[in-house]
């Protein structure tokens, strides 16, 4: 069974059939309260649009909606790929700008999938690991060798502050945090934690 994907960014495309739009927009979801949110902005991004339907899922939660297009051609599709492709966290709406010309239900569901299908496919994803989070403070001489030695996708530097000296925070692998560290003696180490993040999958 392949692990849990997560949206690693948020994600747009687009389809065009007998003269329709079909706008597939996917946003990492965190907390379903933000569903609601997530489905106005989109409105708003793309306004006048025919109809909007989505799936969404966040852990156990799932929902869908046609917004209107036959029941079952558009929301339920969309939400029974999320789950075939175990993705987790994301509202993915179609939005679809009707071009004057019918498709008929079986080819308006087809495009519906086909749409989402193309933006789960494109989309970069993450999956959801245990990383180490290290506040440090370090010479600015020391920052720059840690600079160039660390991949920035094998080591994460967050909220860096440039005072008298260099204060960040590494998050990463714990064997590999481990190692910049033992590179780095003029380090301070002023504050240690786990946590749980995501990390890029690569193609």
Same mark, same amino acid.
């Given at each position: 069974?392949?692990?849990?994907?997560?949206?690693?960014?948020?994600?747009?495309?687009?389809? $065009?059939?007998?003269g329709?739009?079909?706008?597939?927009?996917?946003?990492?979801?965190?907390?379903?309260?933000?569903?609601e949110?997530?489905?106005e902005?989109?409105?708003?991004?793309?306004?006048?649009?025919?109809?909007?339907?989505?799936?969404?899922?966040?852990?156990?939660?799932?929902?869908?909606?046609?917004?209107?297009?036959?029941?079952?051609?558009?929301?339920?599709?969309?939400?029974?790929?999320?789950?075939?492709?175990?993705v987790?966290?994301?509202?993915?709406?179609?939005v679809?700008?009707?071009?004057?010309?019918?498709?008929?239900?079986?080819?308006?569901?087809?495009?519906?999938?086909?749409?989402?299908?193309q933006?789960?496919e494109?989309?970069?994803?993450?999956?959801?690991?245990?990383?180490?989070?290290?506040k440090?403070?370090?010479?600015?001489?020391?920052?720059e060798?840690?600079?160039?030695?660390w991949?920035?996708?094998?080591?994460?530097?967050?909220n860096?502050?440039?005072?008298?000296?260099?204060?960040?925070?590494?998050?990463?692998?714990?064997?590999?945090?481990?190692?910049?560290l033992s590179?780095?003696?003029?380090?301070?180490?002023?504050?240690?934690?786990?946590?749980?993040g995501?990390?890029?999958?690569? $193609?």
């Open positions: 069974m392949n692990a849990v994907r997560y949206l690693a960014k948020p994600y747009t495309c687009e389809k $065009v059939v007998l329709s739009r079909f706008i597939a927009v996917a946003l990492p979801l965190e907390h379903k309260e933000d569903l949110r997530l489905f902005e989109t409105k708003i991004q793309y306004p006048k649009a025919t109809h909007y339907p989505y799936g969404a899922r966040v852990g156990a939660f799932e929902a869908r909606s046609d917004d209107g297009e036959p029941s079952r051609s558009s929301g339920y599709p969309i939400l029974a790929l999320l789950e075939q492709r175990q987790d966290e994301i509202f993915l709406c179609v679809r700008y009707f071009g004057g010309t019918k498709l008929g239900l079986p080819r308006l569901t087809r495009t519906y999938r086909e749409t989402a299908l933006a789960l494109e989309a970069e994803w993450a999956e959801k690991v245990e990383e180490t989070a290290v440090i403070s370090l010479p600015y001489a020391a920052y060798r840690l600079s160039r030695q991949d920035k996708e094998e080591i994460t530097f967050e860096v502050t440039y005072g008298i000296s260099v204060t960040l925070t590494l998050v990463g692998n714990d064997k590999l945090i481990t190692q910049a590179s780095l003696p003029e380090a301070i180490v002023m504050e240690r934690s786990v946590r749980v995501k990390r890029r999958l690569r $193609v």
